[in-house]
């Protein structure tokens, strides 16, 4: 019985660690380093994204235009911080059904918000498209009401 069980776990933890091999999301985004246009619909955005890494390659910031967003480990978990030129911070944090191609980040805490009626980042969805195309949607929450805005970046 004893060796059974030793077994069964032991089949646990391979298919596990096996299921959770691949780039890590940090790395993902430390991928994305360089300039990228930005589409929104058929129009190219006269601002540009830009991803460096720092920290001793333990963050990845993303420049959007003058907007600032730094991703980072906290533990096992991966957050992004967004600097909103509103002046507000929203703290997203990777939900745990993400892909290697799709990123979904959800809204845990808010920080310098006026009011929580005020809009702000609530999600962030990157899916790459392929290795020059990166498919980016942004949520914002407005009370009980949400706005999407979806761009497409193009690697320069």
Not at 12 to 26: D, E, N, R, T, Y
Not at 65 to 78: A, M, P, R
Not at 128 to 138: A, R
């Amino acid at each position: 019985m004893n060796r059974t069980l030793f077994f069964i776990f032991f089949q646990i933890v391979s298919l596990s660690a096996f299921a959770s091999k691949g780039p890590a999301p940090l790395d993902f985004f430390k991928g994305l380093k360089g300039s990228w246009s930005i589409h929104s619909g058929k129009k190219e955005l006269s601002i540009k994204m830009s991803y460096d890494t720092g920290s001793r390659d333990n963050i990845v910031t993303e420049n959007f235009g003058k907007e600032l967003s730094v991703i980072s480990k906290d533990g096992q978990d991966t957050i992004l911080t967004h600097f909103c030129n509103q002046g507000h911070q929203s703290r997203l944090k990777l939900k745990n059904s993400s892909s290697k191609k799709k990123f979904v980040f959800e809204a845990f805490d808010l920080i310098n918000l006026p009011s929580k009626k005020d809009a702000h980042v609530h999600k962030i969805i990157y899916q790459l498209k392929s290795k020059t195309v990166v498919e980016l949607n942004i949520v914002w929450k407005t009370e009980d009401k949400e706005k999407t805005e979806k761009y497409q970046l193009s690697k320069i």
